[in-house]
């Protein structure tokens, strides 16, 4: 097939340009001719909370990476969509993540398929926010309008796009493929000696951008438990701060954990993620709400067990005793599991499970379901 994936690639960074990337090059791999049409202005300057959009790693090698979206100008939009109509390609996938997208992404849809011949399909991260606001509830339909068919992560994203979806269009869901681009696995003590910690201690990881619904404020509280104080167990906190950092460092001081408490607060290159996660014991993922996360892909690459919450699709992907631990997203609960891991000794017993339960997070699997759909 002749495949456009329209979405955030680079010079952006984070999960959703890491996806696309993969993805293309996982049709490339299987004979396909694949192009990605991203952004020249993804959104503007005040709806990005972070220090910048852009990518400090070099460019991905050997993909068609074009950028010629503009997210703010309905002009481009039709521009845009008229020069991938030309293109004929055989499928447009939109990557589509929130709501504010809506209206370009469904707009450039409506031009590609004047030409009678391609199809567009939804790729949907996200269809209502993890942090919604009050466009979530008029902006997702004019885009959900202009699709011919629907891929999701998670199963509740499913539902989340039925309550747009008057026409009934084709729906396929598949879980969210393993992240292997990070490199291998580190000898714990090298990764130790990278970051320059304690190698008496034993290590659980948090990892990504630290916004509201990722519940970091539950892991802090969780690691004031007593049976957690009295250890040797701290907690690294890797990733940029998305929003204010006051309250979270005020928490830390009055809960007293400093000390056990190590934070690497910018963003994480791609080739420093395996120091991370080598040295971790555990990963957590205290969200509050959920759809699916790239972060558990990650550690299943580099085989690490997992607490997550109870919530959006995160069960589904991490089985609850076999591979990690599913809680409610309260602090008790939290500390509950992180203390039995350690009591019980078991990062072996899960990472051996692991091994086996990542086989079903091939990217093939997720492109064998896509092209399904197609």
């Known amino acids: 097939m002749k495949i456009i994936i329209l979405g955030t690639a680079y010079p952006y960074r984070g999960g959703l340009s890491a996806f696309n990337e993969r993805l293309a090059y996982e049709y490339q791999s299987q004979g396909h001719e694949v192009e990605i049409f991203t952004f020249t202005l993804q959104y503007p300057s005040f709806l990005f909370p972070g220090k910048t959009q852009y990518s400090p790693d070099p460019a991905p090698e050997n993909l068609a ?9 309905p002009f481009n939009w039709v521009k845009v969509g008229k020069e991938i109509s030309k293109k004929n390609a055989d499928v447009v996938i939109f990557a589509y993540w929130m709501s504010f997208m ?6 450039v849809a409506r031009r590609i398929k004047k030409n009678g011949h391609t199809k567009v399909i939804a790729l949907v991260h996200n269809m209502i926010p993890h942090e919604p606001n009050i466009l979530d509830k008029f902006l997702p339909p004019y885009f959900v309008k202009s699709m011919d ?8 994203v499913v539902k989340d796009i ?3 979806d008057k026409k009934n269009c084709p729906k396929r869901f598949s879980p969210h493929p393993i992240y292997d681009h990070y490199g291998v696995r580190l000898p714990r003590k090298e990764a130790l000696s990278l970051l320059s910690l304690d190698p008496t201690c034993q290590y659980v990881l948090f990892f990504g951008f630290i916004r509201e619904y990722k519940g970091l404020d539950l892991l802090l509280d969780a690691f004031a438990d007593e049976r957690l104080k009295q250890s040797n167990i701290k907690l690294l906190v890797a990733g940029e701060f998305y929003g204010d950092s006051t309250p979270y460092l005020q928490k830390i001081q009055d809960l007293h954990i400093g000390d056990r408490v190590l934070l690497f607060n910018d963003y994480i290159p791609d080739n420093e993620v395996n120091r991370y996660f080598s040295a971790a014991d555990i ?25 997550v919450t109870n919530v959006g699709g995160l069960p589904e992907i991490v089985p609850n005793g076999k591979i990690g631990y599913v809680v409610e997203p309260n602090a008790k ?12 000794n078991k990062q072996e017993e899960f990472e051996n499970n692991i091994v086996e339960e990542k086989q079903k997070y091939a990217w093939s699997t997720f492109t064998n379901v896509l092209s399904e759909l197609i």
Do not use: W
């Open 333 to 344: 609960q939290i500390a509950d599991a992180l203390c039995r891991f350690f009591e019980e």
């Open 65 to 73: 990476i074009s950028r010629k979206v503009n997210s703010c100008n």
């Open 162 to 164: 039925e309550k747009f």
């Open 149 to 156: 068919g629907f891929m999701a992560l998670s199963e509740s």
């Open 102 to 107: 809506a209206p370009c992404m469904g707009t």
């Open 283 to 307: 990963v957590a993922q205290p969200y509050k709400t959920a759809t699916q996360s790239g972060v558990t892909q990650i550690a299943f690459h580099f085989e690490k067990p997992m607490l």
